[in-house]
């Protein structure tokens, strides 16, 4: 388990962008990793692009066009991690460790065919295992793989932590650090809250919410997946030796906590369809050609019917901000079957949740969470729940004083 790390152990590390950012920050990720070798380990590296450099990209590319080929998309942001994992073999090398880099399909690392967001179906480690059995770091590229028929793809933003933690399930190692730069998860980001404070321990389910609601902290599929497959990880700071947190299975004493965290994610853009007809069928038409075009749709809301005559509606739903565009065409495409009025587009707003296994057992949080938003007249847009949190969608200008009110009411 990360943590205590036993003796001559398996270790898969992960290094994200900021943790890469530029030389000096490399040359620190290849000495750590050496001293680690030094202790008898045999490491698996997984590197990001360097920070700035997979955004770099997009914008190059949607300087040529708003929506790029996602093929051509993928072969060119594939180049941030190819670029990474080479500086950071050559850093070891200058210290006089052997190491090897290996892009996504080197490694073994076999996708489907959804471009920009592939999903991982298959890692055949043999040449990595050969590698290490031969002594050396093996350095892989984060967020990318194949296709069978040798396309390359990209996991998705973030995707490289998905790339360590299926890799640490694909060999069996023993420990997978994920390194970054915070000291590991927080009840919330200190940057917008300064009273946050890093947790010792957090369960997949609790880190789930936390990391697809804005958490920032990792990539959610990725720890889809680690708790699919029962791989424990620890998120941990590349600048310092402090302890992180460890990722684990929920255990009874998690519940006495009822809200662990607080997370406000920025990153959804609000579609409102105005005056869609209500009748059986329509709400099926719609998010059917939103999926056929593999856009994630998060909340969805439908108004009460008004009007006399044939009833129309209003009906919303968030998708990421980077899907927006695409989701406005899809949209614009249904125009002459559906008949709606009108569609607006909203990317000012900002969705916060609290999250904890606790809440099963405590009813009236919602409420307690709805009162305090109301004291600080923050006006709420959307709501869903589940068992193990609330979220609300509100106006982005009152999205970060709202998550400091609600952070002080629940954690202090
Ligand atoms: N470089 C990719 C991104 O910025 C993948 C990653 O950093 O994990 O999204
Ligand atoms: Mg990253």
């Known amino acids: 388990m990360a943590g205590q790390i036993p003796t001559m152990a398996l270790i898969v590390q992960k290094y ?18 050496a001293r680690c070798r030094a202790e008898g380990h045999q490491l698996v590296v997984v590197v990001s692009a360097m920070s700035g450099v997979t955004d770099g990209l997009i914008k190059l590319a949607k300087e040529i066009m708003p929506l790029p080929s996602e ?3 993928d072969v060119l942001l594939a180049t941030g991690e190819q670029q990474t994992i080479a500086l950071t073999a050559m850093a070891l090398h200058a210290l006089d460790v052997p190491a090897v880099s290996l892009t996504g399909a080197q490694a073994g690392i076999l996708t489907d065919g959804v471009h920009t967001k592939a999903k991982i179906d298959n890692i055949t480690p043999k040449k990595l295992h050969a590698l290490l059995d ?22 998705g933003r973030g995707g490289s932590d998905l790339t360590a933690i299926a890799l ?3 060999i069996k190692a023993d420990v997978c650090q994920i ?20 947790l010792e321990v957090i369960s997949y389910d609790e880190m789930l919410e936390l990391a697809s609601l804005g958490a920032k902290v990792m990539q959610s599929r990725s720890v889809e997946f680690a708790k699919k497959f029962g791989v424990v ?11 992180g947190t460890i990722v684990k299975e929920e255990s009874k004493s998690m519940e006495a906590v009822v809200v662990r965290g607080v997370a406000l994610d920025k990153n959804q853009a609000k579609v409102t369809l105005v005056g869609v007809p209500d009748k059986p069928g329509i709400a099926a038409h719609i998010f059917k050609a939103l999926a056929d075009a593999t856009i994630n ?18 009906l919303s739903f968030t998708v990421e901000k980077a899907d927006l565009l ?23 707003i900002g969705k916060i949740s609290i999250v904890g296994v606790g809440m099963r057992g405590h009813s009236g949080v919602a409420a307690k969470m709805f009162e305090v938003l109301a004291r600080d007249g923050v006006n709420i847009d959307m709501i869903s729940t589940s068992e193990i949190k609330v979220s609300v969608v509100v106006d982005l200008a009152k999205a970060e004083p709202a998550m400091k009110a609600l952070h002080a009411a629940f954690i202090g």
């Open 297 to 314: 749709v998060d909340m969805i809301v439908q108004n009460v019917s008004h009007g006399t005559g044939a009833p129309t509606t209003d």
């Open 179 to 198: 390194y970054t730069d915070v000291d590991g998860v927080y009840t919330a980001d200190p940057r917008i809250v300064p009273a946050a404070r890093k």
């Open 134 to 155: 031969a002594g050396n770091v093996v350095i892989v590229a984060g967020f990318q793989g194949e296709t069978p028929d040798g396309q390359i793809t990209t996991l």
């Open 16 to 33: 994200g962008g900021t943790s890469v950012g530029n030389l000096d920050r490399i040359k620190n990720v290849a000495a750590r990793v």
């Open 71 to 73: 093929r051509e998309m």
């Open 233 to 243: 990880f620890e998120v941990r700071s590349s600048l310092n030796d402090h302890p």
């Open 326 to 348: 695409k989701a406005q065409k899809v949209i614009e495409g249904l125009q002459s079957t559906i008949s709606f009025r009108e569609v607006i587009a909203a990317e000012k």
């Open 168 to 170: 640490a399930a694909a």
